[in-house]
C-alpha cells in the first residue's frame, strides 16, 4: 500500500516519466499504482490546478502536466510482468480506440469500434482472466508465459518460426516441430506440385 495522495502518485510518475524514466522501476510501480488506485482520473497539477482526463487515453497522450505525453505502446512496454495493471489498462482503453493509431507489427484485428484481439500481451492476458482463470494464475505465478497458456487453453494455435534458406534446417526444423501424421501429410502436398 503506498503511503502518497493520488495527486503524488501522479505527479511522482509525471515528473519521472519527463526525466526520460532512468530508473524504470520506479516509472512501472508508480503506474501500476496510479492504474490500479484511478489516480489518473481525477488529480491536481503541482501548481493546484485541478485536472480531470476525459479518459484514460487523454490521461496518456496529454502534454505534461495534463497527463504524461506519452503513447499507449510505451506505457504497455513499461507495466512489464504486472499481468493484473496489463489487463486492467486494456480494459480502461477499450473503451474508446485512438484515431489512426498503429499496431507496431502485432498481428492485431480491430473488430468493431473498441476491441483489439491477435497476439498483444494485453489481449492474451485479458482472454486468459476472463476464460481461464486457472491458466492466468499460473502466469501470474510465471509457470507459464501468456502464450503457451494461450495455446493450452486453445485460442491460439502453437507456431513455429523456419529458416527459408537451407532445406535441410527446414527439413530439420519440421521433423522437430510436427507429429509424424502431419508431416506426412505435408510431404504428400509438397509432392503434389
Known amino acids: 500500500m503506498s503511503l502518497l495522495s493520488d495527486d503524488e502518485k501522479v505527479q511522482h510518475l509525471q515528473q519521472r516519466w519527463s526525466e526520460g524514466a532512468l530508473d524504470l522501476q520506479a516509472v512501472e510501480r508508480l503506474l501500476g499504482e496510479v492504474i490500479e488506485s484511478g489516480a489518473w482520473q481525477s ?4 501548481n493546484g490546478v485541478s485536472v480531470k482526463p476525459a479518459n484514460f487515453r487523454e490521461f496518456i497522450t496529454a502534454e ?3 497527463g504524461l505525453g506519452a503513447t499507449e505502446e510505451k506505457i504497455a ?6 499481468n493484473n495493471a496489463v489487463v486492467k489498462m486494456r480494459n480502461l482503453l477499450k473503451r474508446k480506440p485512438s484515431p489512426g493509431s498503429a499496431n507496431h507489427g502485432n498481428n492485431v484485428t480491430p473488430v468493431g469500434r473498441t476491441t483489439v484481439t491477435g497476439n498483444r500481451r494485453d489481449y492474451t492476458l485479458d482472454r ?3 476464460d481461464s482463470p486457472e491458466l492466468f494464475d499460473a502466469v501470474q ?4 508465459s501468456a502464450n503457451a497458456a494461450a495455446i493450452q487453453a486453445g485460442f491460439r494455435p ?3 518460426t523456419v529458416r527459408s534458406d537451407d532445406p ?3 527439413a530439420a526444423t519440421l521433423r522437430r516441430q510436427l507429429p509424424e501424421d502431419v508431416l506426412k501429410q505435408v510431404i504428400n502436398h509438397l509432392e503434389g506440385w
Open 141 to 144: 505465478r510465471k509457470e507459464l
Open 168 to 170: 535441410e534446417k527446414i
Open 158 to 160: 502453437k507456431s513455429f
Open 128 to 130: 486468459l482472466q476472463r
Open 77 to 82: 512496454a513499461l507495466l512489464g510482468d504486472d
Open 43 to 46: 488529480f491536481h497539477t503541482p
Open 64 to 66: 505534461p502536466f495534463q
